[in-house]
C-alpha cells in the first residue's frame, strides 16, 4: 500500500495517499464504460426491439454463433414442414419409383425427417441435385416451397447486411486512435498546463479532429458532478483540427478559474476521474468514429512533459518515434518559476525521497 508523507518546513504530517486509486474508474483506459443498470424496468422488452443494436455490439464469437444457429434453424423448422406434408399427403409408405395411379406425391423421394432436412437444405441454398424435386400437381408443396424461399432470402440479406455493417462501422478505425497512459501538468511560458497526447498509428489521416473532456467528481453525498472543461492545440484558434496524421498534444491551462486547479493540489483528497473524448471523420469514408480515454489522479504526474517523439530521417523527413511516446521526463525547477512565490513540499513515497515538487499559488489557487 503506498505511504505518503508530506514535510512543509520542519513540520511532519501524514496525509492521505497521494493521488491514490481508491476507487474502480467509470471509463477504462480503452473506453468501455463500467457502470451497471440495475432494476430498469422493461430491459429485456427494450433489447429486443433493438436486435440490430444487439447484433452490432456483439463478439465475433457471439455473432457467428447467432448466424449459425439461425441457418440450422430455419432449415429444420422448414424440413419439419415438408415431413408433415409428405405424411399428411400419404408419400412415406409407398414406393416412390412406382406410386399407385391414382396418387401425386408432393416431393418426390422424401421418405424420411432425414431426406426432408436435405431437401430443405438444397431449396435454401439452391443446390439441386435433381434426385429431389416438388411436383407441379401438388399446391401445397409449391407454396411451402415459395414461403421458404422468400423467408429465406430475407435472412439471407440480414446477415449479409449485419456482416457487412460490422465490419465497415467507424468503432474498428478508433481502435488505431491511442492516447498516453498518464497525463502531465508542465509549465509553458510560466503557466500551468496539463497536458495528454493522442496519436493515429495508421497512416490513413483522420479530419476534423474534435476534443472534449468531462470532468467526474464524486461529492460528498454519493454523487457524480459533471464539469466540462476544455483543451486547445498549440494556436489552432477552431475548435477542429483539420488533419490528424502525427501525435497531437492537447493543452488544458489550470487557471484559478479551471475545476482541475484545486483538485491537483496536493492538500485535495476528492476522487476524481477525467473522461476525454475525441471524435474525428474518416477521409475515405466520411463516418464518425470516436474514441476515449480517463484519467485518475493516480494518472496525472505533475511537473513532468513527454518526450519528444518528431526527429528527422537521413533524407531530411519526418519521422515519428513512437516509443517515445507514453515516456514522461521530469521538470527542473527554471529561474522564472522562482521568482513566483510557492510552496515547496519534500514528498516520500514509501519512505524513499523523490524530487521536491512546487505548487505555484498563483497559478494552481486563489
Same mark, same amino acid.
Given at each position: ?22 476507487y474502480?474508474? +467509470? @471509463?477504462?483506459k ?6 451497471? +443498470? ?15 443494436? %444487439? ?23 422448414f424440413?419439419?414442414?415438408?415431413y ?42 439452391? %443446390? ?11 399446391p ?18 440480414? %446477415? ?7 465490419i465497415?462501422?467507424?468503432?474498428n ?14 509549465h509553458?511560458e ?21 476534443i ?16 466540462? @472543461? ?43 476521474e ?19 480515454t ?50 515547496? +513540499? ?7 525521497? %523523490? ?10 489557487a486563489?
Amino acid at each position: 500500500k503506498m505511504r505518503t508523507e508530506v514535510i512543509e518546513g520542519n513540520n511532519t504530517k501524514p496525509s492521505a495517499p497521494l493521488l491514490a486509486q481508491r476507487y474502480p474508474r +467509470m @471509463v477504462t483506459k480503452d473506453g468501455h464504460s463500467t457502470l451497471q +443498470m440495475d432494476g430498469a424496468q422493461g430491459k429485456g422488452l427494450a433489447y429486443l426491439k433493438d436486435a440490430w443494436g %444487439i447484433l452490432m455490439d456483439m463478439r465475433w464469437r457471439w455473432m457467428m454463433l447467432v448466424f449459425s444457429a439461425s441457418f440450422v434453424l430455419h432449415w429444420l423448422v422448414f424440413a419439419v414442414l415438408w415431413y408433415l406434408l409428405a405424411e399428411m399427403n400419404g408419400d412415406l409408405d409407398i414406393d416412390h419409383d412406382s406410386p399407385p395411379e391414382n396418387h401425386t406425391i408432393c416431393v418426390k423421394y422424401i421418405t424420411s425427417f432425414t431426406a426432408a432436412f436435405s431437401f430443405s437444405l438444397e431449396t435454401q441454398l439452391t %443446390i439441386g441435385y435433381g434426385t429431389m424435386f416438388p411436383s407441379g400437381d401438388c399446391p401445397s408443396a409449391i407454396a411451402l416451397l415459395a414461403i421458404q424461399m422468400v423467408l429465406g432470402l430475407m435472412l439471407e440479406a440480414f %446477415i449479409t447486411g449485419a456482416f457487412v455493417a460490422k465490419i465497415a462501422r467507424p468503432k474498428n478505425r478508433a481502435l488505431s486512435i491511442r492516447f498516453t497512459y498518464s497525463a502531465v501538468v508542465t509549465h509553458r511560458e510560466g503557466k500551468p498546463y496539463l497536458m495528454f497526447q493522442v496519436a493515429n498509428t495508421r497512416p490513413s489521416p483522420l479530419t476534423s479532429v474534435r476534443i472534449s473532456a468531462v470532468l467526474y467528481e464524486e461529492r460528498e453525498n454519493g454523487q457524480l458532478y459533471q464539469t466540462s @472543461v476544455d483543451f486547445h492545440l498549440d494556436s489552432i484558434t477552431s475548435e477542429d483540427c483539420p488533419f490528424f496524421i502525427f501525435p497531437l498534444t492537447y493543452y488544458h491551462s489550470l487557471t484559478p478559474s479551471s475545476p482541475l486547479a484545486i483538485l491537483l493540489q496536493r492538500e485535495a483528497h476528492h476522487h476524481f476521474e477525467l473522461v476525454v473524448f475525441l471524435s474525428a471523420t474518416q477521409e475515405g469514408t466520411g463516418e464518425t468514429c470516436q474514441r476515449r480515454t480517463s484519467y485518475l489522479p493516480s494518472e496525472i504526474l505533475l511537473h513532468h512533459h513527454f518526450a519528444s517523439m518528431l526527429a528527422r530521417g537521413a533524407k531530411g523527413e519526418y519521422q515519428i518515434k513512437m516509443e517515445n511516446f507514453d515516456k514522461t521526463i521530469p521538470e527542473l525547477p527554471t529561474a522564472d518559476s522562482k521568482s513566483s512565490k510557492r510552496t515547496d +513540499m519534500e514528498i516520500r513515497i514509501n519512505g524513499q525521497h %523523490i524530487d521536491s515538487f512546487q505548487i505555484c499559488e498563483t497559478r494552481l489557487a486563489e
